[in-house]
C-alpha cells in the first residue's frame, strides 16, 4: 500500500468535494484508493493488488506525519507493506555511487537495506515489527540519514 498526505489548503477548489468528517472514503473513481481528512490534512491510502480493505484500519490512529519527513527521500508516497511477521517501508530511491556495497553493510546495523534495482538507482527498504506513527517516523529518519550519508 502506498501512503500520502497533503495539507487540504494546498488542494485549492478540490478541496470542497471532500469529506472531513474523518473517516474512510473512496478517492473519486478509483477503487482501491481511500482518503480521509484529519487535522485539515488529506491521508491517502493506495491498495496494492491482492491487499484488501481491512488494511485501512492499521491507519485509524495513525495521525499526519510532520511536513518536513515527507519533503525529501521520497517520492510522493511511502511504501509500506505488511508481511508475514513484520512490515517494511520501502522505495527510497538513491543514486547508485562508487562503493554504495560499504554503506549497505554499514546501514543494515540499523535495519536499512540498500539493493540495486536497476539503471543508476538504488532502493532502501527497513524493517519494523510494531505499527505506529513514531515506529514509522523513526525508519523514515534512519533512512533519511543514510540517504544523506549517501549523497556525500
Known amino acids: 500500500m502506498k501512503y500520502k498526505q497533503i495539507a487540504v489548503a494546498r488542494l ?3 478541496a470542497r468535494r471532500l469529506r472531513a468528517d474523518g473517516t474512510w472514503h473512496v478517492f ?6 481511500y482518503y480521509r481528512v484529519v487535522k485539515r490534512v488529506m491521508q491517502q491510502v493506495r491498495l496494492g493488488p491482492g491487499e484488501d480493505k481491512s488494511l ?10 510532520p511536513a ?9 508516497a511511502l511504501s509500506l507493506r505488511v508481511e508475514d511477521d513484520h512490515y517494511m517501508l520501502e522505495q527510497m530511491y538513491m543514486r ?9 553493510r554499514a546501514a ?22 510494531e505499527w505506529s506513527r513514531e515506529a514509522v517516523l523513526d525508519k523514515i529518519l ?9 549523497s556525500q
Not at 473519486?28 to 484508493?33: A, G, I, P, R
Not at 534512519?142 to 549517501?150: C, G, L, N, Q, Y
Request: hydrophobic share 40%; net charge negative.
Open 108 to 129: 543494515s546495523g540499523f535495519g536499512v537495506e540498500l539493493y540495486f534495482e536497476a539503471g543508476n538507482m538504488l532502493t532502501c527498504r527497513s524493517r519494523f515489527d
Open 12 to 14: 485549492g477548489k478540490a
Open 28 to 33: 473519486e473513481n478509483e477503487d482501491d484508493t
Open 142 to 150: 534512519v533512512m533519511r540519514a543514510v540517504s544523506e550519508t549517501a
Open 96 to 104: 547508485v555511487f562508487p562503493g554504495w556495497e560499504i554503506l549497505a
Open 68 to 76: 518536513k519527513v515527507l519533503k525529501e527521500g521520497f517520492r510522493g
Open 56 to 65: 485501512l484500519t492499521l491507519f485509524d490512529t495513525f495521525e499526519p506525519l
